[in-house]
């Protein structure tokens, strides 16, 4: 209550005491959450509790239902996609500090756990194979793997090509944009696509469609198999 009323000092002490020292005993399907809590809570240890968050997630993830009990909400939706995020902005390291091939590789590896769990979380664990680790090396000459990393006060993109080294790299991280931005977009792009199934004739898909291209694709034009080009 003292979180969600903004009072983050107050809010640290009752969690600190309460929750971390016996909660993996007591209720360990509940840690991610409460690590999430102190990483709000404790904004100068914040990377340390989301990458906590995250561990005990995936230590749990493959127990949890598809829906929550109590709301019916997405299990990923409600309580994984936040933790996915936290874990993903504390691993990537906002300048050049510490050792970025490191921070990538794990962001990377966040992100693949996440889409395999939205899956998992859409179709059940058990129809599910886990996928196989991607590699660089995989990739054919001229052929690029994209993650964008969508998060609260910023827009990542990760990447890496075909025919070059084994290694995912990241550009710049964009600060203009963050994920309620894209978000939103999308949404605008999704309505402005039913529109044309009425109206053949309607362009609205253009400045949502450009939008995002300006955002997640133009970045990577130059390192793309085909150069840069607009498709507008």
Not at 212 to 228: Q, T
Request: glycine content about 6%; hydrophobic content about 40%.
């Amino acid at each position: 209550m003292a979180l969600a009323a903004g009072d983050v000092g107050a809010g640290e002490g009752p969690l600190r005491a309460r929750h971390l020292p016996g909660e993996p005993e007591a209720a360990p399907t509940r840690l991610a959450d409460w690590y999430l809590l102190m990483a709000r809570a404790s904004p100068g240890e914040s990377d340390r509790f989301g990458l906590a968050a995250y561990a005990a997630l995936e230590n749990v993830r493959v127990l949890l239902p598809s829906r929550d009990p109590y709301t019916e909400e997405s299990t990923f939706e409600l309580h994984m996609r936040p933790v996915f995020e936290a874990a993903a902005d504390a691993a990537l390291p906002g300048g050049a500090k510490g050792d970025q091939a490191a921070a990538i590789t794990k962001a990377q590896q966040i992100v693949e756990a996440s889409r395999q769990a939205e899956i998992e979380s859409s179709f059940g664990n058990e129809c599910i194979p886990r996928a196989p680790p991607i590699r660089p090396s995989a990739l054919r000459r001229g052929e690029i793997i994209l993650y964008p990393v969508l998060l609260e006060h910023r827009v990542e993109l990760l990447y890496a090509v075909g025919g070059g080294d084994d290694a995912f790299h990241r550009l710049a991280p964009n600060s203009r944009f963050n994920r309620d931005d894209v978000a939103a977009m999308v949404d605008r792009l999704r309505d402005a696509a039913r529109n044309s199934f009425e109206n053949v004739d309607s362009d609205d898909w253009r400045t949502p469609s450009r939008d995002l291209y300006d955002i997640l694709i133009a970045p990577l034009e130059a390192k793309a198999a085909f150069g840069p080009r607009r498709p507008w």
